[in-house]
């Protein structure tokens, strides 16, 4: 997704453009009344007490289908019988899936888990501190958590505390949202050494996410740091890093990260990119934010601004990346030459990719520095070039490393998944089978969304694009039968849930105990006139949960 | 607390960020459309059934609005009368019309994206700020008459504007409008 993705044909396009031909070729348009017209059909078939398995289910699905129906007799309360809907992942493509599902399906019982005591996925540990406005979303969120047919449980893991199999045995749909968190490698000698790190796991940091709590970046040894990708993460990052702290202050960043920035002795960074100025990855509002960055010096070689008729395609149709450019541009002409003395600093470099980081000779296991070779852009189809090598190299020293190069989902058992694209094999969300094999077989019930669908790219909006496709798929699915038979198929849903965590000694938490941690570090933030102080450790968390 | 998420109550007990006390929709209008017809029927519900207290002067406010038709996702127009200085968000909102705000209103989404569909109109609107252009930027489907909905706020030369909802699942050449690149 160049210039962070081009609004008129953005990645999202592309999956909207997949042309299925299989057995969902009939594109339905789902207007939310269907329960109704459906239901006469399902008493009908009560009435005959035969399960209608469409041509759809293998011997496969037959033999989970009974194994669901004998387990499914065994819960007690299943004499209503709603559609039963687990969504995987509280993050923006979760809470959108539940929202549309809730809306769609007047009958339906909406499930979400999170493996954390929180909810909210990025928008609370990836989303800046100092953008608030973009979190108000979680206002929109809370709302849909807090819908009587709509349910939270965090502190539960898809993989550990539950499995695939056993939701899908608990529910008629599962959608799984569970998000990227992993971080895409190099795979370039050195990158293991000590002062290397993910940005996954330095926003993870400075946003206070229980895993990276420990995480202690060292910001004390050096005043360089590279940080390599010029994506919006990457943005982020270098504007944490060289905004004035005082400025910080008043976020909700963790106090602890606070103090860390206070002390830090990075004084420049380099922001780098493989490609040029045309193809950087980064949208407007977060460049002209960094570029706005009070007493920062900025440099852009201006020679890398040049543009050659292959940019020039390529930025033609892209309202970003011309966007983009033309800021650089400006950037680039009004800077000063020399930075003042005291003067924070912002490099962008281009056309450099990493070869090898260099170790220390002082510090042994420490990064000193990065190796880049020089690149130039080759086109490899209209539109789009790539970056290769020239050859020549030259060292960036630093004693940081930050790697911004894109995220990457992991996949759970019993889950089919595309290890090259890193994302779920699915079609407009169902998920496929083999990915190598017929894409037209699907997994009955089981659905994707989010970047666990789509791949680490997009905003949050673009989430909820994605879950439109996602439950109308599902509602698509619903209305042909292939999910049919809720009422000759009862599940257990959210009691079934419940009944297996207690047996596994998992203790979920609900949104009221989210709601218990929220105003505790609500109040611990307005004592330091901060929105919130987060709680950074498992046992805080818990602690607070369990507040009376 | 109402737990609903039946269109619009869903939004309108929402309780944060719009200023919907601010503004009291009409109650009695020319019955023009059936979708009409359906959002003041839902909004005299919303009425008998919320903020009891309230009182509002029809006549002074039918004076200071406009008509605004919103073209929802499925193509439907929706006739609303917006008041002078409200914006296009607040009052999609105020009359359950299906417009995201995820930021509410704050410039920090672009889900409040639409298109105003009348050439003629979209010059009429001030030009978009660095920072709207910014966030249109990453709109769906933007196309060259494409506004942020929490940005175009009510006035006069506005009255009978009409602003199309795209959605993914829409097909804008239905009403002879095809979207342009830019
Ligand atoms: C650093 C950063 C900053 C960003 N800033 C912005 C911004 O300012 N504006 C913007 O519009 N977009 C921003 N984005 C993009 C936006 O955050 C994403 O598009 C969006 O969060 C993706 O949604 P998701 O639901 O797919 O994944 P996520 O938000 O990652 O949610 C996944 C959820 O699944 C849970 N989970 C993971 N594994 C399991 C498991 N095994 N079992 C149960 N639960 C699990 C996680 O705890 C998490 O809650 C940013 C992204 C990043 C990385
Ligand atoms: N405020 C916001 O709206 C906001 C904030 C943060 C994140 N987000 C969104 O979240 C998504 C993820 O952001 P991101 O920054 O992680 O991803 P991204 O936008 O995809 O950027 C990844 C960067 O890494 C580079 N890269 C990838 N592989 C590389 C390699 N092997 N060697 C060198 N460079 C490599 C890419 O360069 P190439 O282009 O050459 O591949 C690109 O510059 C984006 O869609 C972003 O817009 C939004
Ligand atoms: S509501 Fe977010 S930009 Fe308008």
Redesign the interface.
């Known amino acids: 997704m160049a210039g962070?993705?081009n609004?008129?044909?953005?990645i999202?396009d592309r999956l909207?453009h997949v042309c299925f031909h299989g057995d969902y070729e009939e594109n339905a348009?789902f207007?939310g009344d269907y329960e109704e017209e459906k239901e006469e059909e399902e008493e009908e078939e009560e009435e005959r007490g035969t399960l209608d398995l469409s041509p759809l289910l293998n011997k496969a699905m037959m033999l989970q289908a009974r194994s669901w129906l004998s387990r499914a007799r065994s819960f007690s309360t299943v004499s209503n019988n709603p559609l039963r809907v687990c969504v995987v992942g509280s993050g923006p493509a979760g809470f959108y899936t539940a929202?549309k599902t809730?809306?769609a399906h007047?009958g339906a019982e909406v499930d979400i888990i999170d493996r954390l005591p929180t909810p909210f996925g990025l928008v609370r540990s990836g989303v800046a501190p100092d953008?608030p406005?973009?979190k108000?979303?979680i206002?929109?969120f809370s709302?849909?958590a807090?819908?009587?047919?709509c349910s939270f449980f965090g502190n539960v893991t898809l993989g550990s505390s539950i499995s695939l199999s056993d939701l899908r045995e608990l529910y008629h749909v599962v959608v799984l949202a569970y998000g990227s968190e992993s971080d895409r490698a190099l795979g370039i000698p050195g990158e293991d050494l000590m002062g290397i790190h993910s940005a996954r796991e330095f926003v993870w940091w400075y946003n206070g996410h229980p895993d990276c709590r420990n995480l202690d970046p060292d910001l004390k040894s050096t005043d360089t740091a590279v940080i390599l990708g010029q994506g919006n993460v990457a943005l982020d990052v270098a504007r944490i890093l060289l905004r004035p702290t005082s400025e910080l202050a008043t976020t909700d960043i963790s106090s602890h990260v606070l103090t860390a920035l206070e002390e830090s002795s990075i004084r420049k960074v380099y922001l780098v990119g493989r490609r040029g100025p045309v193809q950087a990855a980064c949208?407007?509002?977060e460049l002209?934010e960094v570029l706005g960055i009070k007493n920062l010096y900025v440099h852009i070689k201006e020679a890398d601004l040049v543009k050659t008729p292959a940019d020039e395609e390529e930025m033609k149709?892209n309202?970003?990346q011309r966007?983009v450019h033309e800021l650089l541009s400006k950037a680039a002409a009004s800077g000063s030459s020399q930075p003042n003395s005291g003067q924070r600093e912002l490099h962008f470099v281009f056309f450099r990719k990493p070869d090898s980081f260099l170790e220390s000779d002082e510090r042994s296991g420490h990064v000193s520095g990065v190796h880049v070779e020089k690149t130039f852009l080759k086109g490899v189809g209209p539109g789009k070039q790539i970056a290769v090598g020239t050859g020549e190299f030259e060292d960036l020293d630093c004693g940081m490393v930050l790697k911004s190069i894109g995220y990457k989902s992991v996949p759970v058992n019993g889950l089919p998944f595309d290890h090259n694209k890193g994302v779920v094999p699915n079609i407009r969300g169902r998920v496929v089978t083999d990915p190598l094999g017929d894409p037209t077989q699907v997994e009955i019930g089981l659905y994707v969304c989010g970047w666990l669908k789509r791949g680490p790219t997009g905003?949050?909006?673009?989430n909820?694009?994605c879950a439109?496709?996602t439950v109308?798929s599902i509602s698509e699915d619903l209305e042909r039968g292939v999910l049919k038979s809720r009422s000759s198929l009862p599940k257990p849903g959210r009691e079934g849930l419940l009944q297996l965590l207690n047996d596994r000694n998992v203790r979920p938490l609900t949104f009221n105990a989210w709601e218990k941690i929220d105003s505790e570090e609500k109040s611990l933030g307005s004592l330091r006139n901060k929105p919130r102080e987060k709680l950074t450790t498992w046992e805080d968390l818990l602690k607070a949960a369990a507040m009376k | 607390?109402l737990?609903?998420?039946?269109?619009g109550r869903?939004l309108s007990?929402?309780g944060?960020?719009y200023k919907r006390q601010h503004w009291r929709p009409l109650l009695t209008l020319p019955s023009e459309t059936k979708a009409f017809q359906g959002s003041a029927f839902q909004k005299y519900r919303h009425f008998s059934t919320a903020d009891a207290g309230d009182t509002c002067d029809e006549g002074s406010e039918r004076n200071d609005t406009i008509s605004v038709t919103f073209v929802d996702k499925?193509g439907e127009d929706q006739l609303i009368q917006v008041p002078i200085g409200m914006s296009l968000l607040e009052a999609a909102h105020e009359n359950d019309i299906e417009l995201?705000g995820?930021?509410?209103g704050?410039?920090?989404?672009?889900?409040c994206h639409v298109i105003v569909m009348d050439m003629d109109y979209y010059n009429k609107l001030e030009d978009p700020t660095?920072?709207e252009?910014?966030?249109?930027?990453?709109?769906?489907?933007?196309t060259e008459s494409s506004r942020l909905g929490c940005q175009i706020v009510a006035k006069p030369e506005l009255d009978g504007i009409r602003v199309a909802i795209p959605?993914?699942?829409r097909n804008f050449a239905v009403d002879g409008f095809v979207p342009k690149?830019?």
């Open positions: 962070g993705g609004p008129v044909t953005p999202w909207l348009c207007h929202e809730l809306k007047q953008h406005e973009t108000i979303v206002n929109q709302r849909v807090q819908h009587e047919r949208t407007t509002k002209r149709n309202r970003i966007r905003i949050i909006a673009t909820l694009y439109e496709e109308a | 607390m737990k609903e998420l039946s269109k869903y007990t929402s944060t960020g499925y995201e995820a930021c509410e704050s410039l920090a989404c672009s889900t660095d920072e252009n910014d966030m249109l930027d990453l709109a769906f489907g933007l959605a993914a699942t690149p830019h």
